[in-house]
């Protein structure tokens, strides 16, 4: 099921400013931590030093500058996740798609490697490996999607036949070609699967109970007849 969304309704599920999952996203391990802090260190001395250089006349920029670069660890998540926001914004048409899952299965991808010494003093590089949930979703018209995401325990209920529903984006009007799946939204479990939470989840869960199926349908949150002409195409 493949429902078209107005674009008004499109950018109040994909956010502009980045929402606390992609903040946390962004957030990333603790060397991010302290990539940024190091940055962010660098950002302050560095405005310092060229206050004194130019005097008292440039103080009061500087200081503004300095305070930005000295904050860059917390708002850099948010400027990241917003600037994958806004790529995701630019593809034009959108669509509500539903389909169930046809395949679950769990894969070892390779995510970066690291370059060490060994115990000869020779460079080895070492290949980060991660486990990881596919999930195979299709629907009646025999289109497929493959949405991919590191594992965790929440995984181990996904079945077969499983609802999952999903935004479908594409350059084409009628979006007979997709450029861009999100992540994809399993009623049944309340769970969400993908590499990237791309929606405002909280507005993608009412659009989930307007037009998914299950028990969730007729759940908070539903559009009167009217409602549903300005939302849906």
Same mark, same amino acid.
């Given at each position: ?74 708002? $850099?998540? =948010?400027?990241? *996740?917003? /600037?994958?926001?806004?790529? @995701?914004?630019?593809?034009? !048409? ?84 997709? $450029?861009? =799946?999100?992540? *994809?939204? /399993?009623?049944?479990?309340? @769970?969400?699967?993908?590499? !990237? ?37």
């Amino acid at each position: 099921m493949l429902i078209p969304l107005t674009r008004e309704k499109f950018e109040q599920i994909v956010p502009l400013i980045a929402t606390s999952p992609q903040y946390a996203r962004y957030w990333g391990k603790f060397s991010d931590i302290v990539r940024r802090s190091i940055f962010s260190v660098i950002a302050i001395v560095l405005s310092s030093f060229l206050a004194n250089l130019f005097g008292s006349g440039s103080t009061g920029i500087m200081f503004i500058v300095g305070a930005i670069g000295g904050l860059y660890w917390l708002w $850099a998540p =948010v400027y990241q *996740a917003s /600037l994958r926001n806004a790529a @995701l914004r630019r593809i034009p !048409y959108s669509g509500f798609w539903q389909g169930k899952v046809l395949d679950v299965f769990v894969t070892e991808e390779a995510i970066g490697a690291e370059q060490t010494v060994n115990q000869r003093g020779e460079l080895v590089i070492i290949e980060n490996r991660e486990r990881r949930i596919n999930l195979e979703i299709g629907d009646e018209t025999g289109f497929t999607v493959l949405i991919q995401a590191p594992l965790n325990r929440l995984h181990k209920n996904i079945r077969r036949g499983d609802t999952a529903e999903l935004l479908l984006l594409s350059r084409q009007p009628d979006l007979t070609r997709i $450029a861009k =799946v999100t992540d *994809a939204f /399993l009623p049944r479990y309340d @769970l969400w699967v993908g590499e !990237y939470p791309y929606l405002q989840r909280d507005v993608f869960t009412e659009v989930s109970s307007e037009l998914g199926s299950g028990p969730r349908r007729r759940g908070r949150g539903s559009y009167s007849r009217s409602d549903r002409s300005r939302f849906y195409r």
